[in-house]
């Protein structure tokens, strides 16, 4: 009874903080109140948070492998490709910290450091609408939001859309603001009689520049044209990191199940608890060295050398002596499920496969003293008749 309420105390608290800030951040644009630094800070650091400890539960696969049936939370695939993630997050980042800079100093903040912020929010703005698309647009027909648990995929959209509605309201103010400010000064410039300032630079292509930027209702426009040059200079530093140029691509693409992916993974495996050697597949593979595909009571398993070999072994005996097979099996079907329950980690299940393996020698051996092909037997396992 305790586990139970620390589990639903532990399952509040991650799922009562995202949804109530959502709610409170879109009371307060509606209302037209303005956040202070310290509501967006809590809101942008809990959510992250939350979000990496729920896809540190989830544990997602990538495209590559198989889901292991009763063994993976989800029945889905990682959204986003681990080996570009790396590009995801330094986008990210740097919305983030433009976010931060423009809502600091947008009331002083000097035009071209102002147009680079408005940039860099832009970015942050594209990634996260990609990252709402590929998460609220994926999932297997029949199992909408993945099922890690309920609504798990909606939560991991919060930070994204919260970060969206509060970057766009505040491109806005900083727009506006600023606009009204250059007109106040135009007003004042005429009312007192007074021409065009020359400008602060002594080149008039400088100047020229200087008037461009402080016309700040251009301002968001100018960021635009900004955005696809400091793209290009994020993902040439990136380089350095071993990302590729087009790696912001590929962390959408290079998944499966999701609204932009592009790659299709293996078929789903059944990791069947009750027997060692397949419990003992879970290992490393390295050491447990996976084959193929089999078929076992018509779903699709991952085999090894060693499955294949008890299994042919078991089949063997079977026909030769079918009463000790059963004696065999009942005695197998007692003690090795219990054993099996607790083989739950990789390493667990490579100590089970390295005890199996004088197992499989003896196996083998059997096999080639009384089979006429035993080679054929074993590859014969778990094949469609």
């Known amino acids: 009874m305790g586990y139970l309420l620390l589990f639903f105390l532990f399952l509040g608290l991650m799922l009562i903080p995202g949804p109530l800030l959502t709610v409170w951040n879109i009371q307060n644009l509606l209302l037209q109140r303005e956040h202070t630094g310290k509501f967006e800070a809590v809101l942008f650091g809990v959510g992250i948070l939350y979000s990496f400890l729920l896809y540190g539960l989830w544990d997602p696969r990538g495209w590559k492998e198989s889901i292991q049936i009763n063994q993976d ?71 909408p939001f993945g099922n890690a648990f309920p609504g798990d995929i909606l939560l991991m959209m919060l930070v994204p859309f919260n970060y969206i509605l509060l970057s766009v309201h505040l491109l806005l103010r900083v727009v506006k603001g600023q606009s009204r400010r250059v007109q106040s000064e135009r007003a004042e410039q005429q009312g007192a009689g007074t021409g065009e300032e020359p400008g602060p630079y002594k080149t008039p292509f400088l100047n020229d520049c200087s008037r461009i930027l402080g016309e700040s209702e251009h301002w968001a426009l100018y960021a635009l044209l900004l955005t696809l040059p400091l793209l290009c200079i994020i993902a040439s530093a990136l380089l ?27 078929p789903e495996v059944l990791i069947d608890s009750h027997y060692l050697c397949t419990v003992a597949m879970q290992g490393h593979r390295e050491l447990v060295k996976p084959q193929r595909l089999g078929l076992r009571r018509g779903s699709k398993i991952m085999v090894n050398r060693q499955l294949c070999v008890a299994n042919a072994f078991e089949q063997l005996l079977e026909e030769r002596t079918p009463r000790f097979h059963r004696a065999v099996r009942k005695f197998y079907d007692t003690c090795g499920y219990p054993i099996s329950r607790h083989i739950c980690t990789p390493l667990t299940a490579d100590i089970i496969y390295l005890i199996m393996k004088p197992l499989e020698w003896l196996f083998v051996a059997a096999l080639y003293l009384f089979d006429a092909k035993p080679e054929d037997r074993i590859a014969r396992q778990y094949l469609p008749l």
């Not at 570009?84 to 800079?101: C, E, F, P, R």
């Open 240 to 266: 350095l990191f071993g990302q590729r140029p087009d790696s912001v691509i590929r962390a959408f693409t290079e998944t499966s199940d999701w609204a932009l992916s592009a790659r299709v993974s293996p």
């Open 73 to 143: 939370m989800s029945s889905l695939h990682e959204p986003l490709s681990g080996e570009h993630m790396l590009s995801i997050l330094a986008l990210i980042a740097v919305g983030l910290i433009s976010y931060a800079y423009l809502k600091s100093k947008k009331d002083t903040a000097p035009p071209l450091a102002a147009v680079l912020s408005m940039a860099g929010v832009y970015l942050g703005i594209m990634v996260n609408l990609l990252v709402i698309v590929q998460l609220f647009g994926g999932a297997a027909a029949d199992v």
